[in-house]
């Protein structure tokens, strides 16, 4: 027997112009996009009235010090490069049980290769998984991607029911 999908929505996490969540969003699955930018925001509201996909829109800044999430709401959160370490908790709990984390962004080798070279936006070996060892890991992966070159981690993870 299958185990049931969570319910709610997903978030797309530090969006920027909102490319995965619109994808996402034509998959017909309920969306919300949030990042900081005004602009970025703009950019992904003209790009899903065009496209005639329903999204929500959050602009939100993750490093105030607060938690700007709600705790055991989405079915899943996205981020893709992006790092701000004192979110990890806000994220974990705020992802329903049952419930998705995809998360991409750049390692400590990434300056060998181009930006950012500020290591507080760079991981350290084992760091993104080690946040999440205690969920299912679906995906995990540290090396280097092609097309540009660039020093990333991934997981793909499951919060336990």
Same mark, same amino acid.
């Given at each position: 027997?299958?185990?049931?999908?969570p319910?709610?929505?997903?978030?797309?996490?530090?969006?920027?112009?909102?490319?995965?969540?619109l994808?996402?969003?034509?998959?017909?699955?309920?969306v919300?996009l949030?990042?900081?930018?005004?602009?970025?925001?703009?950019?992904?509201?003209?790009s899903?009235?065009?496209?005639? @996909?329903?999204?929500q829109? #959050?602009e939100?800044d993750?490093?105030?010090?607060?938690?700007? %999430?709600? &705790?055991?709401?989405? *079915? !899943?959160?996205?981020v893709f490069?992006?790092?701000?370490r004192?979110?990890?908790?806000?994220?974990?709990r705020?992802?329903?049980?049952?419930?998705?984390?995809?998360?991409e962004?750049?390692?400590?080798?990434?300056?060998?290769?181009?930006?950012p070279?500020?290591?507080?936006?760079?991981?350290r070996?084992?760091? @993104?998984?080690?946040?999440f #060892?205690?969920?299912?890991?679906?995906?995990?992966?540290?090396? %280097?991607? &092609?097309n540009?070159? *660039? !020093?990333?981690?991934?997981?793909?993870?499951?919060?336990?029911?």
């Amino acid at each position: 027997m299958k185990a049931q999908e969570p319910e709610g929505p997903i978030l797309d996490l530090a969006c920027g112009a909102g490319q995965n969540g619109l994808f996402l969003a034509g998959l017909n699955l309920p969306v919300i996009l949030a990042d900081q930018s005004r602009e970025a925001l703009e950019d992904a509201r003209r790009s899903a009235e065009a496209r005639g @996909l329903q999204v929500q829109f #959050r602009e939100i800044d993750l490093e105030t010090g607060e938690n700007p %999430l709600q &705790e055991d709401y989405y *079915r !899943a959160i996205m981020v893709f490069r992006y790092l701000h370490r004192p979110l990890m908790p806000s994220l974990r709990r705020a992802i329903r049980r049952g419930g998705i984390l995809i998360y991409e962004t750049f390692t400590i080798e990434q300056p060998r290769y181009g930006r950012p070279r500020n290591p507080d936006f760079l991981l350290r070996p084992g760091e @993104l998984a080690g946040w999440f #060892r205690d969920w299912e890991i679906i995906h995990s992966f540290e090396g %280097l991607l &092609e097309n540009p070159t *660039r !020093a990333m981690a991934q997981l793909v993870c499951r919060k336990p029911a």
